[in-house]
């Protein structure tokens, strides 16, 4: 039996998502999909849930939700506590809910999921996911044409959200160590059209601070900075040709675009460089006026790199622990208040040991 | 073999670019409006096969575009240097002659209120509204690619008379079923969207279901020809349509090419 999620407010951006539309490029159909992979998957481990299952994707700030007849199993990824409010012979009560921690919503009662942090992209994760049906092979939302998740756009006040089955047996889980925030370089190869800049300009897309813009979107993320200079043999355009996620484009006005999941297929301007897989989780994470900086790897270290976020998300995953919660109000808000110092930890870099450590060097 | 208009660099060797570890490119160089290369189709069409039979492991999407073709990977089992060495290979040796492509004839209708940029392309090519919309219909075009919004068509080559750059300003907001020109090349919008091509009629034809089995009705290397309906005509496919109730085989061409 499929349960129902009901968005009480959906914050700034809400849509469905999950691991992206592969296959259907050649027509035109954008990847999509979770903005930071990464988390979305490791909150479905968390939930008990298959990697690819589909969650809400929330930016800057989470949706207020609740459970609509059924009780559902949630989580937040994200880097700030959550509230929990419920109604009590004495009158609502709230408790703060720490990311990264399943709790069982009832019906009748609210989880406002918070206001990320440091983070930018934050997910609302239910046991058994968001069960809206398939466009093409996935459940995420492409706003732009108008299909996939919920209705095809971004959700609003009042929408009934399909989502779980029966809360599953076991009790509720919880992340010791939630992940942070990486804020070395972003790791790069130059090309596909890295001849079409002056060695003088490939040495300040790697040297030179860049500022993500606030024109930055699922499709985006634009930077502000001393712009590139384009050689005048070849200037910014090129023929189209395709495009993937974390592709560099720069166009006439010389400031690098970093494409993001919903981004076209095929574009016109030069890409000087492309961010390794291992990467594009951080590429969801920009907030405008975050600083940016590249550096280049080599492809083997790109496969090392990849292969090491890989580790780490099965490490994560093997460190799951159980907790006390369900149904016992005082130890709910006892876990939870001890969580809190958890939070704090996921926001410090140096508080979260084994965390790709290292690779920024 | 459609023909695309080739120019003499057609024949240029293709060469493997690299989308860090996420995608490989074969591109056959050419700057800007550079004429299509017949190569990439049947190249795609090849690719396609491949992947469909499962040969081509860690491949997600063969992405045909003007000059160029682009396999996505899945960087965890894709074998890149296996797949570069394949494509390499695939663009040196002769590439057969493609299938009969599908023939389509859309219908257009070029009343003033669905071509709000016709007086102006008149304006910049001396031609009567008459002349350009002729030519435009008298258009064989090649589905050169899908692009830019789900089952946007990439339409060439255009009459040369027609050639215009976009407008400077784009249109925040293109109704779906707008046809353009710019350039070399012609469009339909599948889709409400911004867009700066030069609106010189509208079809009625759908062109993308995203519930359908086969969402997209025009695919890379189809055939297309625009045929003038009068405004009631019109009126009519786009209410069947907006309806579900108008089946996009309505179009196929059954004239012979």
Known sequence: ?361 | MPDHGGTDEDGAKGRVLRLADGALTLSFGGAPNTAADPRVLGLAGRLREELAAGRLPGVTDVVPAFRSLTLCLDPATADRESLAARLGAMAEAPVPPTAEPRRWALPICHDADLAPDLADVCAATGLAASEVTAGHRACRFTVLALGFLPGFPYLGPLDARLALPRRATPRLRVPAGSVGIANAMCCIYPWDSPGGWNLIGRSPAPLFDPAADVPNTLEAGDSVRFVAVERPRFDDLRAAAREGALDPMAFRDREAA
Not at chain 1, 83 to 96: F, K, Q
Not at chain 1, 176 to 192: A, D
Not at chain 1, 212 to 218: G, M
Request: charge should be negative.
């Open chain 1, 1 to 361: 039996m499929t349960g129902c999620l009901k968005i009480v407010d959906p914050g700034p951006m809400c849509t469905v998502q999950d691991l992206g539309r592969p296959g259907f490029r050649h027509l035109g159909v954008p990847l999509s999909g979770a903005a930071d992979g990464f988390r979305l998957r490791l909150l479905n481990r968390l939930l008990g849930n298959p990697d690819g299952a589909a969650g809400l994707e929330f930016r800057l700030k989470g949706p207020i939700v609740t459970a609509v007849d059924a009780p559902l199993r949630v989580a937040v990824a994200g880097d700030a506590p959550a509230d929990l409010s419920r109604r009590t012979a004495d009158g609502v009560e709230r408790i703060a809910i720490a990311p990264w921690r399943t709790i069982t919503l009832e019906p009748g009662e609210f989880l406002d999921s918070g206001t990320l942090g440091s983070l930018a992209t934050g997910y609302l994760g239910v046991a058994g996911g968001i069960d809206v049906a398939p466009v093409m092979g996935s459940r995420s939302t492409y706003a732009r044409a108008g299909f996939g998740g919920f209705r095809g756009r971004p959700l609003k006040a009042g929408d009934p959200v399909p989502a779980g089955g029966a809360v599953p047996d076991g009790g509720e889980r919880l992340l010791p160590r939630p992940p942070g925030i990486e804020s070395g370089p972003l790791r790069v190869l130059f090309g596909p059209q890295d001849d079409h800049f002056s060695a003088e300009s490939l040495d300040r897309f790697l040297s030179a601070p860049f500022t993500v813009s606030d024109r930055t979107d699922r499709m985006g993320a634009r930077l502000d900075g001393a712009p590139l200079v384009h050689r005048p043999d070849k200037g910014p355009d090129i023929l189209s040709d395709g495009l993937i996620p974390g592709a560099i484009q720069v166009p006439g006005d010389g400031r690098p675009i970093i494409l993001g999941v919903d981004c076209q297929t095929l574009g016109g301007y030069a890409k000087i460089a492309t961010v390794i897989a291992a990467d594009l989780w951080r590429v969801g994470q920009l907030r405008p006026g975050d600083p940016v900086r590249f550096a280049t790897v080599t492809e083997a270290e790109a496969d090392r790199l990849r292969a090491r976020v890989e580790a780490r998300l099965d490490d994560l995953t093997n460190h799951f622990e159980g907790w006390v919660g369900d149904g016992l109000i005082d130890e709910r808000a006892l876990y939870a208040a001890n969580l809190i110092d958890g939070v704090c930890d996921a926001r410090d870099p140096t508080h979260v040991p084994g965390f790709l450590e290292g690779l920024d060097r």
